[in-house]
């Protein structure tokens, strides 16, 4: 209550009027599914609480004007306008939101906005998905305008793609729209069907560390690992031309193609094949409240993606490493795109503080700063508070 006091007198103190309509939209954890997404295989992501929060105002012309608390700073742009990317690089998520929803046929008004955000930009958790969500919800929310949340969610994600030029997968919005409190998603990502799978956080739960090595997935090595997988798919479908992407491959498959590629290829879809198997593992693991199953699943996917996808980094596997010597954890693995964000851990409740307090003590004495660190439960998808 008292946060949402503060934020609504800094909407005050910068445009000098009271909002009108509030949203929410949280960050998400990737329990597990690494880099399965855009392979058209299945990922398993959780809501966390922490969260992206955008106050607005009506305005009676066709102007935007966003102010992020984040950065300090402000952007400016017409809905009568062509809508195109530029500086500051922030305000793009916004300006892509708004100029598809107009391109979806959605009226949209003018609006003071003021965005805020405390889901740590960079370190795997999404802080972009939910960012685009919570425009959307916004925006849609000023005009009384309904929209299937698996269309805001492909929307926002198409917004990713075109106006901040990150090529990510479906998983991050459509979490951060679907998410409800206490679940975890299980999502198919060819066909878009998702279970809801309630987690057995009784007495446990998520214990994100933020190496606070930060990454740019637009920059790094994510294309390259994505072009990795296309290039297998395209080298198993002149004999197998069924095979649309390393969703349709199995071991036994690959194995018979291994010398039809480099090492390099053939690790890369080994991961992406075992990753979805084991994706489907810790959702049956959690069905039948099976925290040890569900952690052997987080620890042989970090070592898959360490090994196999090379998209960890020492930082993390250190952290990981770290964890799994501590009492009371069932798992550790890095989460989200890779080259550096954050690991998970499923935590039993009643030795998390001590978790916490070892981890960030190893890591201080290794690279001289402290780890970012909280715990979660399963927290509930993107909403408006006030319209």
């Not at 295989?41 to 607005?56: E, K, N, S, T, Y």
């Not at 952007?75 to 916004?94: M, Q, R």
Request: with cysteine; proline share 3%; glycine share 10%.
């Amino acid at each position: 209550m008292a946060e949402a006091k503060q934020q609504e007198r800094a909407f005050r103190d910068c445009y000098g009027a009271e909002a009108d309509i509030l949203v929410r939209a949280p960050g998400r954890v990737e329990l597990i599914g690494n880099h399965t997404d855009y392979n058209d295989g299945f990922v398993l992501p959780m809501a966390i609480q922490r969260q992206c929060v955008i106050l607005a105002k009506r305005r009676t012309d066709r102007s935007v004007r966003i102010y992020s608390e984040l950065f300090g700073q402000r952007c400016e742009f017409d809905l009568n306008d062509s809508i195109v990317p530029g500086k500051p690089t922030w305000a793009n998520y916004g300006k892509g939101v708004a100029a598809l929803l107009l391109r979806a046929g959605k009226k949209l008004s003018g609006l003071d906005m003021y965005l805020t955000c405390d889901i740590p930009a960079g370190g795997g958790l999404s802080s972009s998905a939910a960012i685009e969500v919570a425009y959307g919800k916004a925006f849609l929310a000023a005009r009384d305008e309904s929209f299937d949340p698996v269309e805001l969610a492909l929307l926002c994600q198409e917004a990713e793609h075109t106006f901040a030029d990150a090529p990510c997968g479906i998983m991050d919005q459509f979490i951060c729209a679907l998410g409800e409190a206490g679940h975890a998603l299980l999502l198919d990502c060819r066909t878009r069907k998702f279970e809801l799978v309630p987690v057995p956080f009784g007495h446990a739960s998520i214990l994100i560390a933020d190496t606070k090595v930060k990454h740019n997935l637009g920059q790094s090595g994510y294309p390259l690992r994505r072009q990795q997988c296309f290039d297998v798919v395209d080298i198993l479908k002149k004999d197998l031309p069924n095979i649309t992407h390393l969703r349709d491959v199995d071991i036994k498959t690959l194995e018979k193609y291994r010398e039809k590629m480099d090492a390099v290829h053939f690790a890369r879809a080994m991961h992406i094949i075992t990753e979805n198997q084991r994706v489907l593992t810790m959702a049956e693991g959690f069905k039948n409240g099976d925290l040890a199953l569900a952690g052997e699943m987080m620890n042989l996917s970090h070592a898959s993606s360490r090994d196999d996808y090379e998209v960890s980094c020492e930082e993390l596997d250190f952290l990981a490493d770290q964890a799994r010597e501590c009492k009371g954890v069932y798992g550790a693995r890095m989460s989200g795109g890779g080259f550096g964000g954050c690991i998970v851990a499923l935590v039993d409740n009643q030795y998390a503080q001590p978790i916490q307090e070892k981890l960030g003590q190893a890591y201080n004495n290794k690279y001289g700063k402290l780890p970012g660190m909280f715990c979660t439960g399963a927290a509930a998808g993107a909403e408006v508070l006030k319209k």
